[in-house]
T-cell receptor, first 113, second 113 residues
Framework: GAVVSQHPSWVICKSGTSVKIECRSL??????MFWYRQFPKQSLMLMATSNEGSKATYEQGVEKDKFLINHASLTLSTLTVTSAHPEDSSFYIC?????????FGPGTRLTVL | QQQVKQSPQSLIVQKGGISIINCAYENTAFDYFPWYQQFPGKGPALLIAIRPDVSEKKEGRFTISFNKSAKQFSLHIMDSQPGDSATYFCAASSMNRDDKIIFGKGTRLHILP
């Protein structure tokens, strides 16, 4: 139980395009999901907290207009990287909260050319 | 006060040995201390977690030791195996406040065959 999936697992895009990443809780409902960014050999950096049916809460320094988050249902949250640039290349990981524990997705590797 | 300090940054252990990773925190409101294991290119997976009402928790070869007065906790991996080679993150959160998880910087563990 408590499985979280992400799609796609990797994506390559051209600079200036937008990329959408999906995070799904497969066997449970999650009112709260989290989006993280991880650079090589570094820890997870929380980008935003996504609450079903309401606006996401962004961490300081994270541009909400660049990283659009939509939590439209209890099993799906999406992160859209708008007008992507090479510096947005990173490993993006989501997690979903269940009973005060967080379960992580497998991550999405984004490469912006 | 929100930081979780983790050491060492990297660790090399002989197969069959004991791997020990240490973490320290400042915020006394923290009451949930999970450890995550992450393999390259994958999302973190919850390994074991402890709450401050106990001083030790053991699951198979993995043991968390918790010292509330010193605000420190550690992960011990007994009989370490090459398959344990991964990055380990300690973390802390305040479950009563339904708060976000604060991660340590991670320890890259390598078990020599």
């Amino acid at each position: 139980g408590a499985v979280v999936s992400q799609h796609p697992s990797w994506v390559i895009c051209k600079s200036g395009t937008s990329v959408k990443i999906e995070c799904r809780s497969l066997d449970f409902q999650a009112t709260t999901m989290f989006w993280y960014r991880q650079f090589p050999k570094q820890s997870l950096m929380l980008m935003a907290t996504s609450n079903e049916g309401s606006k996401a809460t962004y961490e300081q320094g994270v541009e909400k207009d660049k990283f659009l988050i939509n939590h439209a249902s209890l099993t799906l949250s999406t992160l859209t990287v708008t007008s992507a640039h090479p510096e947005d290349s990173s490993f993006y990981i989501c997690s979903a909260r269940l009973n005060n524990e967080q379960f992580f997705g497998p991550g999405t590797r984004l490469t912006v050319l | 006060q929100q930081q979780v300090k983790q050491s060492p940054q990297s660790l090399i252990v002989q197969k069959g040995g004991i791997s020990i990773i240490n973490c320290a925190y400042e915020n006394t409101a923290f009451d949930y201390f999970p450890w995550y294991q992450q393999f390259p290119g994958k999302g973190p997976a919850l390994l074991i977690a402890i709450r401050p009402d106990v001083s030790e928790k053991k699951e198979g070869r993995f043991t968390i030791s918790f010292n509330k007065s010193a605000k420190q906790f550690s992960l011990h991996i007994m009989d370490s195996q090459p398959g344990d080679s991964a990055t380990y993150f300690c973390a802390a959160s305040s479950m009563n406040r339904d708060d976000k998880i604060i991660f340590g910087k991670g320890t890259r563990l390598h078990i020599l065959p």
